[in-house]
């Protein structure tokens, strides 16, 4: 191990600033995790503030709430929406970027793709309430101009869950296509040379090798991404949904639930006890998710 690191030394210095984040921000901080178990308060801090009696009391507030398995359906729901659509979503922009020949087009178009990306989520819930506003929305005018009536939809839940779905793509997709754009562009271009001297449509080269070489790193991001489905983007939840009761029976998830709680009752420990049963399900996810894609493509399991 000393050799190694005698001489590899400058790789192994250069990691040293990302552990130090690493440490900081995803190993030092679950040491928190007992606020879970504890009667928490400010005054003592986290080591020192009294256990509960008995230990699962901070959970009980969560678990005997009338919507602790709605949050938790819309959450896992929710995301594994936003990953199945999403991820077709990404896959086929990239593919229409790779096939794009004109250089000044293609970078054009990859930089309108990409700048809804930097815009706050607040500024999108401001957008998202000026189009779909009832009183004086973009599409309830445009509805009234084509002789239609208005429609209030901030009061039906059924169809925020695809609105939601719409507005996270559109925000997204141009970032989330970064990572499979620089997969096509690794690809050896003799592949596509040879399947053209055999005949090959443009369509049967995207079907025959691009796909095929993509599902590696389809698969490596799913499963990435199933390890944050339970922490939904509260951002996005809060800014474009906030206090509507009328919209939380599809589309309250457990952060905002928590949040909501955690404003009215300042309770800590209740809040650390809901993002516990958070990571426990995450957890348990990504490890099934991982058996069946090393079951299925081993190279491209996470572990």
Excluded at 76 to 83: A, H, S
Excluded at 85 to 92: E, K, L, S, W
Excluded at 95 to 117: C, D, G, K
Excluded at 285 to 293: D, E, H, Q
Aim: charged share 15%; glycine share 6%; no cysteine.
């Amino acid at each position: 191990m000393l050799r190694e690191l005698t001489k590899h030394r400058v790789l192994y210095l250069m990691t040293i600033p990302a552990m130090i984040l690493l440490l900081l921000f995803n190993y030092f901080p679950m040491a928190g995790i007992i606020i879970a178990f504890k009667n928490f308060n400010l005054s003592n801090g986290i080591f020192a503030s009294p256990w509960m009696h008995p230990f699962y009391e901070n959970f009980r507030y969560f678990f005997t709430s009338d919507n602790w398995v709605s949050v938790t359906r819309n959450t896992i729901l929710l995301n594994l929406l936003f990953i199945f659509v999403g991820t077709i979503v990404n896959v086929a922009l990239a593919i229409m970027f790779n096939e794009i020949r004109v250089t000044w087009f293609q970078r054009t178009a990859q930089s309108l793709a990409l700048l809804p990306y930097f815009i706050s989520w607040i500024v999108v819930g401001v957008f998202a309430y000026n189009i779909l506003s009832y009183e004086h929305g973009m599409l309830s005018e445009l509805l009234v101009k084509l002789g239609m009536d208005k429609v209030d939809w901030y009061s039906k839940p059924t169809a925020w869950p695809f609105l939601i779905l719409l507005i996270s793509i559109w925000k997204g997709v141009g970032y989330n296509s970064i990572i499979y754009l620089a997969t096509l562009t690794g690809i050896d271009h003799t592949l596509y040379e040879s399947a053209r001297i055999d005949g090959a449509t443009r369509m049967q080269q995207i079907r025959y090798i691009t796909v095929p070489l993509l599902r590696p790193t389809i698969i490596v991001l799913t499963l990435l991404a199933i390890g944050r489905i339970m922490n939904s983007d509260f951002g996005m939840f809060y800014s474009l949904v906030g206090d509507n009761a009328q919209l939380y029976s599809t589309v309250d998830v457990i952060d905002t639930f928590v949040f909501r709680s955690l404003k009215g009752s300042g309770d800590m420990g209740m809040a650390a006890a809901a993002s516990f049963y958070q990571s426990v399900l995450a957890f348990v996810l990504v490890y099934v998710s991982n058996r069946v894609a090393r079951k299925y493509e081993s190279g491209s399991a996470l572990f």
